[in-house]
């Protein structure tokens, strides 16, 4: 993102002002933040070294919302696992739910139908643009400006809305299923959907006028928590932190899968890898993220009706008119039900974009009805472990920015 | 050994072929089982060879194989997955851990994102990292007992809450 100038002095530690202070030390102190701070939104704990207020050094303290999710996919069917990654990351519940199925679909060799594919890609980016508006909403309210984020959530609202409307939930949707999705979208969808896309559209342009030329958010956000190209790459750090600092890798486009070769959208980047471009990055993201969505719903339109299920016994249940009639059918649905499918032994690992970067699942079946092992590859984990590279020597306040717009979501992070 | 048709494996076993103790390409991922004493010496190749260009280990975990009929197998596996940003391709090693001696060497140098995995599958599973500089536990507790994605440890077992005032 270019940085144009705001015709005001930038900030930088070298200004003569400085000078005065710069000599001034203090004794070290040890400030305990969190973890379940105000001005966080996330529960995790900082164990901070001050000196004055300036961050010497910073120990990140995770685990707070570990609730064994690794462990309890292993004591049930590759079903039930379902559900729990709903609550892995809660903003953006739908892209978790796609990871785990493709990732259990690729030890299947499944291939889903079509418009399966396309109700995906649209669940996926409904999420997205979730996500990024919780994650730039949240930030402004917790820099104290409280406008933009009834702006944000309002619009997110607005999403959430149209994530009910497909799936029959908010937030912890439960939409996908393996070898498909739960429901084909009602015929009512797309009147409901384009209105409120134009609604959220005209949010988004409310939410950028109030912040993004805005002086006290500029000066908070420019210049602070910069990453290197090279700290990014050695922390595996993904997402828009890493398009943040320049580098152009997205799943979607590197990697395509399920439909996102046939779209058509951008990937913005930034130039410095400061917290500035980490915001500009997520908010053309969103406007990318409905134009994506624009573009699968007219071409569900234009597909028509069709199976959004793929039509394989171990996956799916028979018809119950079947169930009811025959005997195979019986049999069938009630070892799915008592059983669950039996996946072929073997393992997979499948990356997808999430909304804070590379979403992974690893998955390893001995051909059983239960899981021996499911990873998930939490962006978010990743992404906050070089927090103290980005904070050590500025000043405590630019800690909160920092971490809003690393988004590091509590439940992906913590499992 | 057999590349599998993938030139990264064929690139891997020409130059650390005798490390390599076995390989697989199923459903797309190549895969390489390697040596225990060797995985430093491996991962440094693969990381500085200028057409594999590992820049990043997205993913480190340890997988417990624990049955009764593995016989003399070793228990656990402990799974690397590598990416390369400028060629984008991906890799997997692995390395098979007895449960006798729970230890691998640490990738902390060649990699900071091995750090907080590494302290992860030490938590999780109790397997050790040489080298590494601060192997503490991450997501659990200091004073939880026991490492809970070991298969054998039961789901149900409760654990006496700690703190000030527990």
């Known amino acids: 993102m270019a940085s144009e100038s705001h015709g005001w002095t930038e900030r930088t530690p070298d200004s003569p002002e400085d000078d005065l202070e710069r000599d001034l030390h203090t004794e070290h102190q040890i400030l305990n933040m969190g973890p379940s701070h105000p001005a966080t939104h996330g529960t995790v704990k900082f164990l901070i070294e001050l000196d004055g207020e300036t961050i010497i050094d910073l120990d990140v303290q995770v685990g707070y919302l570990h609730r064994g999710f690794e462990k309890e996919c292993e004591s049930g069917s590759w079903y039930q696992a379902i559900p729990y990654t709903d609550r892995l990351n809660y903003n953006s519940a739908i892209l978790c739910n796609v990871g785990y199925c493709m990732a259990v679909e690729k030890l299947l060799e499944l291939e889903t139908p079509e418009r399966c594919q396309w109700l995906r890609v649209l669940a996926s980016e409904l999420s997205r643009l979730g996500d990024h508006l919780t994650r730039c909403g949240a930030a402004c309210l917790e820099l104290q400006a409280m406008t933009p984020f009834l702006y944000g959530i309002e619009a997110r609202e607005l999403c959430w809305d149209l994530q009910e409307a497909l799936c029959g939930a908010r937030v912890t949707s439960n939409y996908v299923r393996i070898g498909g999705v739960r429901h084909d979208m009602q015929p009512s969808f797309p009147a409901l959907f384009r209105a409120n896309v134009e609604k959220m559209r005209a949010l988004l342009e409310d939410f950028e006028k109030v912040v993004t030329q805005n002086r006290i958010f500029v000066d908070r956000l420019k210049g602070t928590g910069i990453i290197s190209k090279e700290d990014c790459l050695r922390y595996a750090v993904t997402g828009p932190i890493l398009r943040s600092v320049g580098v152009p890798l997205d799943m979607r486009k590197d990697e395509p899968y399920l439909v996102y070769d046939q779209v058509d959208f951008d990937v913005p980047i930034g130039e410095v890898g400061d917290n500035y471009d980490r915001y500009l990055v997520c908010v053309e993201e969103m406007h990318q993220s409905l134009r994506i969505s624009e573009q699968c719903v007219a071409k569900l339109e234009r597909l028509g009706s069709g199976p959004v299920d793929v039509d394989d016994p171990r996956v799916r249940w028979p018809a119950k008119g079947r169930v009811f009639n025959r005997m195979e059918e019986l049999i069938q649905q009630f070892k799915s039900v008592t059983e669950g499918p039996l996946v072929p032994e073997g393992e997979a690992y499948t990356a997808i974009e999430s909304a804070n970067g590379e979403l992974g699942f690893y998955v390893v079946s001995d051909g059983g009805a239960v899981p021996v092992k499911v990873r998930c590859r939490p962006p978010s984990f990743l992404n906050i472990a070089p927090l103290p590279l980005l904070v050590r020597g500025s000043m405590l306040p630019d800690l909160i920015p920092t971490f809003d717009f690393l988004n590091m979501i509590g439940g992906e992070c913590d499992r | ?166």
């Open chain 2, 1 to 166: 050994m057999q590349d599998h048709g993938s030139p990264l494996l064929r690139k891997l076993l020409d130059a650390h072929g005798p490390a390599v103790a076995d390989t697989h390409a199923r459903l797309g991922d190549a895969t390489a089982v390697v040596d225990r004493e060797r995985l430093v010496e491996v991962m440094r190749f693969l990381r500085d060879t200028p057409e594999l260009d590992f820049e990043m280990l997205t993913d480190l975990t340890a997988v417990d194989y624990q049955s009764p009929d593995l016989g003399d197998e070793p228990r656990f596996q402990v799974v690397y997955h590598l990416y390369s940003v400028s060629r984008n391709h991906r890799l997997r090693i692995k390395v098979r851990v007895p449960e006798s001696s729970p230890q691998v060497a640490s990738l902390v140098e060649l990699w900071a994102s091995a750090n907080w995995m590494e302290r992860e599958v030490w938590d999780m599973y109790g397997i050790g990292f040489d080298g590494h500089p601060d192997l503490r536990r991450i997501l659990l507790y200091d004073g939880f007992e026991g490492h809970p994605l070991r298969k054998d440890y039961p789901k149900e077992r409760r654990q006496p809450l700690v703190g000030p005032n527990n």
